[in-house]
Structures are given as C-alpha cells and as structure tokens.
C-alpha cells in the first residue's frame, strides 16, 4: 500500500510548496465572472478537518451549537457555558479509504473549570499520512518515512455576562510531511507556526410558536498565525485562517423529545490568486485580482476584496454547513446535515449522517459522509468520537460513612 502513499504525499508537496507564477493572459484564459476554478491556495490544511463525530454528522456546523468536550475546534467560547467542572474525549477518524488505507486524524481534547466564569483547555491534533516507503532515480530503496503533522492548542474562556461569553485559543502547529528529502533538486524540512484564534458566543432563552427552546450565535477567527514554507525558498505560504460565523436553535418538543437546526458560513481569511499576464518585456504583471504575496494582517483584510472576478468571486468564497440534530430524553441522538463548498473554489459537496448515544459515564458519537458525487475521495468516511463524564462516575460511587 505504500505507493499509494507516495503518489498522494507527491501530490501534498505540489500543493504545499509553492512554484513559479505561470502567466495567463484575462481575455483568453479567465472569465471575470468568477466561473474559472480558483482555488485560494493554503497549507496545513488538517487545521480544517472536523475532528468530532457530533459536528461531522450536521455538515461540520458547530461554532454555535451546544457546548460539549470538543467545543476547542469550532469555538472555544463556547467552553464558559458548559455544565460539568471537567471533562475529556478522543476522536478517531480514518480518513480518504477511498485513496489510501492508512492515513487518520486523532484528536484528544479536555477542559477543567476554574471557577464559575472561567474555563481552561486544551487539545491534541495528529494527522497521520501512513507510511512512505522512497526510493532513487534506480529505483532502490532510500528510506522509508511516516509524514505527518499535529498542532497542540491551549484555550481560555470566560462568561462576561449572563448570556455573553468570549475564548482565546493559542496553537502550536508543525508539519513534516517531506522527511527532509530533496524535491526538485530543493531540499524540504518540516514546516512550523504559532497561531491563536479569537471566538465570540451569545445564547439565550426563546419560544418559537409557543415551543421553549435556546439560541445560540457564535464567531470563531482561528488560525491566525505566521506564513510557513517546506523548504528554503522566499515565498511561504498562509495556513488556513478562517473566519466562521454561526446560529443554532434548539426546540423543546416536549419532555422527551427535543429538536435543533444549526447553519455556518465559512470563509478563508487568505488572499486569492490573482491573474498574471506577461508583457512585451517579459514581465509578469497582474492583469486582475491583487498581489497575493503580503503580510498576514494585510492578506486577512485583503482577502475580503481581492478575487480577480470581483464580489461574484468572493461570495463563492463562503462555505455553508447545514445540520439537524434530534435527541430523545438526552440520550440518544439522531443527526443530518449538508456541506456546500462552490465548485470553483474546491467543490466538496456531501450529505452527513450519525448516532450519539449518552450512558452516565461516557457519550459514544458516530457519524458517516455521503457525497454528492461518485467515487469522492471523502466517500465512507467515518469519525468515531468518545467522551468522558467524570463527575457522573464520581456521583455513581457510593459515599462513604462518616
């Protein structure tokens, strides 16, 4: 299975290190009206996946859902609401089985409560790409290698009001997907970067044609953090700031049942790539968009306005996550959603599905993605997510006799 591998690793490499501009010319090649694939171009892109099996099942929505364990990734303002003193998960998730059978994401995250405002904590992020096994223009053995990248997160929340809470997270990510083997003649290294995220959450009691229920409205910036580059070249690229906003409305049918709708909007804090022409001289220039290669509070700010085909563009920019959730007596969950992504700028478009399941001591989440199109790489992929309710098992011991 290891060529599998291999192929796959070539194909992050081409993606992650960047290569010469190649000039295209407007008026043959683009069309202005933003129907042209574009991509917005970023690395370390495991920073995106969603890691817990609640969100994977209502189309990745969760900056304003609910506070659970695995609120880290979405919205870590989201952890100054959350009920228990302390909790922890794990998260699995086997991920493109339908290119290659050994890469996975693992994700381990925890909080502790500080006091009645304020919550700590942190998680663990380790995306591994399986083994490579490289070889030499012979065709000989030259080592084999196990890419892969982790980022560690710390995160502090706190409540303002009663209904009003803010989190910072800060992260600490690396990437070594090269092992240090020379590409095109250019040798690679492991990438690093330092990043935080800055996330917003509001919720509140409403009644919605006489149901009682909760809205919650939540903004997560995350991944705001320094350029990296694989090798020794002078043009680094951005890692996947984001900004995402959301809403979420959960009814109270009646005692046992109860019944939720959450919806995201997503987009890359990242410039586009703008259209090159070259002229009589020989000089590449830009025909439309603007220069890509700026600092990063300049190209979070940019990227609001710098699609070459103008405001038609940038809209395609915005992802959508649509979910619904359905529990019966807080127990058992079913869960739907839908994950739109333009297909000029990516065109992941799939279906979600799952189950949770909560006992007194540990809650059991699963979640399937079914893809709009055949033979998706993202086809079967399953996430397994397990949380931990310690304070029920210490109420579940029998106290002892004074």
């Not at 909080?111 to 009645?116: A, E, F, K």
Request: aromatic residues 14%.
């Amino acid at each position: 299975m290891a060529h599998k591998s291999f192929v796959l690793l070539a194909l992050l490499m081409l993606l992650c290190i960047p290569d010469p501009v190649i000039p295209q010319d407007v008026d043959d090649d683009y069309d202005l009206s933003g129907r042209q694939i574009n991509l917005v171009p970023v690395t370390m892109m495991f920073l995106t996946i969603t890691p817990d099996s609640r969100a994977g099942a209502m189309g990745d929505a969760g900056i304003a859902t609910s506070p659970d364990v695995y609120s880290m990734h979405m919205n870590p303002a989201k952890y100054a609401f959350i009920d228990n003193d302390f909790g922890a998960a794990f998260s699995y998730t086997p991920w493109l089985r339908n290119l290659v059978p050994d890469i996975n994401l693992a994700y381990l995250s925890g909080y502790t409560r500080i006091d009645n405002y304020q919550v700590l904590a942190a998680s663990l992020t380790y995306f591994s790409l399986g083994e490579i096994i490289f070889t030499n223009h012979a065709g000989q053995y030259d080592g084999q290698f196990t890419p892969n990248e982790f980022a560690f997160d710390v995160a502090y929340s706190r409540l303002f009001s009663e209904n009003f809470s803010g989190g910072l997270a800060f992260r600490y990510i690396r990437s070594d997907i090269t092992g240090g083997q020379y590409v095109g003649g250019t040798a690679t290294k492991a990438a690093w970067a330092f990043a935080a995220d800055a996330s917003a959450y509001y919720r509140n009691n409403v009644r919605v044609s006489d149901l009682p229920g909760e809205l919650g409205l939540g903004i997560n910036i995350s991944n705001i953090g320094n350029k990296v580059t694989y090798g020794d070249d002078q043009n680094p690229q951005f890692i996947p700031i984001n900004m995402g906003i959301g809403s979420y409305l959960q009814l109270e049918l009646d005692p046992y049942n109860t019944l939720a709708f959450a919806l995201d909007l997503n987009k890359l804090l990242v410039p586009t790539p703008p259209i090159y022409y070259e002229d009589d001289s020989g000089n590449t220039l830009i025909r439309a968009g603007m220069d890509p290669n700026v600092s990063v509070p300049m190209g979070m700010l940019q990227s609001f306005y710098d699609a070459p085909g103008g405001w038609r563009e940038e809209l395609r920019e915005i992802y959508y996550s649509f979910g619904m959730e359905y529990w019966y007596l807080n127990q058992f969950a079913i869960r739907g959603g839908y994950y739109h992504e333009h297909e000029t700028k990516g065109n992941r478009k799939y279906f979600t599905t799952g189950i949770g399941l909560k006992l007194n001591v540990f809650a059991l989440d699963v979640s399937y993605v079914i893809p709009v199109f055949r033979n998706h790489p993202l086809a079967n992929t399953l996430r397994f997510s397990l949380a931990f309710d310690f304070e029920a098992l210490r109420r579940s011991r029998p106290q002892e006799a004074f």
